[in-house]
Each structure stands twice: as C-alpha cells, then as structure tokens.
C-alpha cells in the first residue's frame, strides 16, 4: 500500500491572516468575557455588502417563534405519522437544490433563496443534496443543519432529516417547510 503525503503547509499572506482574524475577532475561550475592538470605518461598499444576509459562523441561537431546537432524529412540531413518512421518504419531493461544488457562502445564499422561493410555492417537502464529502464528513454537509437552526431558515423549515439512499444517503437531507399563512 502507497503512503500518502501531506500538503506542505504554507504561510498565510496578510489578506488572509487579516480575514481570519476578523472572523475570530468574537470568539473567546469558554467562560471568558468578550473584548471587543475598535470597529473600522463603514465604506459604501461596506453597507451593501451588509445588506445581504451572510451564513452563520458559529452554532445559531434558537428562534423566538421556534419551541425547540430542531432535531433530525426526533420531531418537532409534529405528529408521528408525518415524522415517519418524512424520514422513510415517502413525502412527495417538491424540489431539490443541489449544493455540491459551491463555497460556504454560496451554498447558504442558494439554501435561504431556495427555501423562500419554494415555501412561497406551496412545497412541503424538499431535497437539499449537500455531498458526502471526504473522511471528515465534508463542510456543506455538517454545515447545513447549522443554517437549518438559524435565522431566516428556522422560521420556514418544520423539520429535517437524513435521506434515503435512493435520494442521496448520507450527503442529503429531507427538508420539511413550514406551511405559509
């Protein structure tokens, strides 16, 4: 058997070092208070980027609306026959929205523009094919439950849970929709 090599690891540049501290600027280790820093200047450029909603970095807070948080191996919200057909798969699919190929990013934008268009609709029942990813599980696949907990996915979505292997397996998930009122 062939031993595989690792990727040299390189330095990063100072656009990057600069992006990874700004994503970390709020994080702290367990029981520790927060220091915040001084904020930058807000750019015309600055404002628009900031008007489009940008994917969650870290777990979500639970939604007001929202009893509990959701749970793909127990339902929330609903009765036990929807629960069954939802996870056996034997909901009718009303659309599929295929992550695989796009950044983080990307994929949460597709995600919250895919859920509103199909909730507005009248689906129930739709497939978000995430990818199984490599040894660790892939990124979008550990990604999009996160999202699913979050704001302003939390408050369309019932439900969730794993696909069958006909509809993709492990790199998909059944998504059940709030019904609109």
């Known amino acids: 058997m062939r031993e595989r090599r690792l990727p040299r690891s390189r330095r990063l540049t100072a ?3 600069a992006l990874w501290r700004a994503a970390m600027r709020d994080t702290r280790p367990l029981g ?3 220091v915040r820093e ?3 200047e807000r750019t015309p450029a ?3 980027a900031a008007d489009t909603p940008e994917p969650p970095a870290v777990s979500p807070r639970p939604v007001a609306g929202a009893a509990r948080r959701l749970d793909p191996r127990h339902p929330v919200g609903l ?3 929807s629960w069954q057909r939802l996870r056996r798969g034997l ?3 009303d659309g599929r929205l295929d992550l ?3 950044t983080q990013e990307e994929a949460w934008r597709a995600l919250v523009a895919f859920t509103s268009r199909m909730q507005a609709r009248g689906a129930r029942c739709i497939l978000v094919i995430t990818g ?3 040894r660790t599980g892939g990124t979008l696949r550990q990604m999009t439950p996160r999202w699913l907990e979050s704001p302003p996915l939390r408050e369309r979505v019932l439900s969730y849970a794993p696909a069958r292997i006909e509809h993709g397996g492990e790199g998909a998930l059944y998504v059940l929709l709030r019904r609109r009122r």
């Open 46 to 48: 600055a404002e628009a």
């Open 132 to 134: 199984r990813g490599l």
């Open 79 to 81: 009765d036990r026959r």
């Open 100 to 102: 695989h190929g796009m």
């Open 15 to 17: 656009e990057e070092l």
């Open 38 to 40: 001084a904020q930058p």
């Open 32 to 34: 520790e208070t927060p």
């Open 91 to 93: 909901l009718p699919i």
